[in-house]
Antibody
Framework: QLQLQESGPGLVKPSETLSLTCTVS??????????WGWIRQPPGKGPEWIGS??????YYNPSLQSRVTISIDTSKNQFSLKLTSVTAADTAVYYC???????????WGQGILLTVSS | EIVLTQSPGTLSLSPGERAILSCRVS??????LAWYQQKPGQTPRLLIY???SRATGIPDRFSGSGSGTDFTLTISRLEPEDFGVYFC??????FGQGTRLEIK
């Protein structure tokens, strides 16, 4: 069974770059046709799609596109998120996820709370 | 940018009643719409994908309909465990802001 686990710092200072990693277990990333994505959820608010990537290309939320990069490292069976110039508005639980085509989220990580504060 | 607008913001109903939730999309997404239920402290649970296909293990009191820009999630007879927040999502990407379904 495919499982996802987020890792990274819980606290980032304003204006710095947020870096999170998602480790995939239960199968090789190369074996699946999923999009590998990131979704965040600010406290008390709904989910916000950040972006999705697979070897054919990457797709980002237009409101975040200028600050986001998602990449895959098949040698480590991981994919990662970088978000530059963070502010307090980027404080949220960040989830990594597998996304089926133009359809739905299939698997979620357990989520990691990231706080932006000095 | 595609925008999803859900209505109502909050729905107060009693167990046994029917719930009708709406999701309107700013441009056509064909049938590429999913619905999720979320409870506090949990990840969203997939209910419906492809506008009308129930996910594995979802009871048949949940049904989805619509295409293009207007979609509906119907819960035919509410059970106590159905209360929570419901979100729609288009094409596996943008989400609506949610409808809170609460016990009246």
């Amino acid at each position: 069974q495919l499982q996802l686990q987020e890792s990274g710092p819980g606290l980032v200072k304003p204006s710095e770059t947020l870096s999170l990693t998602c480790t995939v277990s239960g199968g090789s990333i190369n074996r699946y046709t999923y999009y590998w994505g990131w979704i965040r959820q600010p406290p008390g608010k709904g989910p916000e799609w950040i972006g999705s990537v697979r070897h054919s290309g990457s797709y980002y939320n237009p409101s975040l596109q200028s600050r986001v990069t998602i990449s895959i490292d098949t040698s480590k069976n991981q994919f990662s998120l970088k978000l530059t110039s963070v502010t307090a508005a980027d404080t949220a639980v960040y989830y990594c996820a597998t996304i089926v085509g133009a359809s739905r989220v299939d698997h979620w990580g357990q989520g990691i709370l990231l706080t932006v504060s000095s | 940018e595609i925008v999803l607008t859900q209505s109502p913001g909050t729905l107060s109903l009693s167990p046994g009643e029917r719930a009708i939730l709406s999701c309107r999309v700013s441009q056509s997404v064909s049938s590429n719409l999913a619905w999720y239920q979320q409870k506090p402290g949990q990840t969203p649970r997939l209910l419906i994908y492809g506008a009308s296909s129930r996910a594995t293990g979802i009871p048949d009191r949940f049904s989805g309909s619509g295409s293009g820009t207007d979609f509906t999630l119907t819960i035919s007879r509410l059970e106590p465990e159905d209360f929570g927040v419901y979100f729609c999502q288009e094409n596996g990407s943008m989400f609506g802001q949610g409808t809170r379904l609460e016990i009246k």
